[in-house]
């Protein structure tokens, strides 16, 4: 055995010594952890208030989720929507189920702010995020449209009368 192995070996590097890397969630993955947020946002009662939020929220992952790949699948656009889906918009929302309701509702935490409204503008702020990231991932799709007809306009053009300058054989 050499030092390097040895060293290797005493840092828990070794081959087989290391703990598998989890897959990254799929798109189902994301789906299932919106579905379990949105069941326990129906099984404690929640406030109208946030479940309305939570609903956007969920719709604009749903919306953005097969364009994630026009954005880049390492992108950070990407990863927050992965990130808000499976852990930021849960923990939310967990952390203020576990409270009781009338205490969540009315006492305040956070100077004069509720949990309720604590949790309300985190949900504003998830909200307006993934809608920013719905519009990159829209653009992005938008930008090809514009592109495909610059290479139209270039390839085929117009002539005087608005028509296209190309002329097929007459017979």
Do not use: C
């Not at 055995?1 to 890397?21: I, K, N, Y």
């Not at 004069?112 to 653009?139: C, F, H, P, W």
Request: no cysteine; charged share 25%; proline share 7%.
């Amino acid at each position: 055995m050499g030092l390097r192995s040895w060293l290797r070996r005493r840092r828990g590097d070794a081959d087989g010594d290391r703990a598998p890397v989890p897959a990254p969630p799929t798109e189902a993955d994301v789906r299932d952890s919106l579905n379990r947020v949105n069941a326990m946002l129906t099984e404690a009662n929640a406030p109208p208030v946030v479940t309305a939020r939570v609903v956007r929220i969920a719709r604009s992952i749903n919306d953005t989720l097969p364009r994630l790949r026009n954005l880049g699948l390492g992108s950070q656009e990407g990863y927050s929507v992965v990130a808000t889906a499976t852990t930021y918009l849960p923990e939310a929302v967990t952390a203020y189920l576990r409270l009781p309701r009338d205490w969540a509702d009315t006492r305040p935490i956070d100077g004069y702010k509720t949990s309720l409204m604590v949790l309300v503008e985190q949900l504003e702020l998830l909200g307006s995020t993934m809608d920013k990231i719905a519009d990159a991932a829209n653009r992005a799709d938008a930008q090809a449209l514009i592109a495909h007809g610059m290479f139209l306009e270039a390839k085929f053009g117009h002539g005087a009368d608005g028509g296209p300058q190309l002329t097929l054989g007459t017979p």
